[in-house]
């Protein structure tokens, strides 16, 4: 069995654009509030996060602006754009055609 933390490969991108939905968020704020609204199951590692950021501010799904963070430094805080809120949307739809086809066979017995 896989580690609680193992992403199924496609999902940051969705998870990140359904976090950043409700308010502007720095990275790290971004990995922590994944990881409390599932439950402390999910666990995204820098070395994901910050890659899938890049990717998704390239592609125009989010945008960034740096301000001042809790702890008074500044950092780089995330937001859902148009476009990003389109892919989302769509992104959502899609996980959720999938995972319900997932579920139908996983709960075959």
Known sequence: MGKPSDLVQGTLDLLILKTVALEPLHGWAIAKRIQQVSGEVLQ???GSLYPALHRLEQQGWIKAKWQESETGRQAKFYSLTA??????NAESAN???LSAAINLIVSEA
Request: net charge positive.
């Open 83 to 88: 476009a990003g809120r389109k892919q989302m």
């Open 44 to 46: 995204v590692q820098q």
């Open 95 to 97: 996980w959720s055609r």
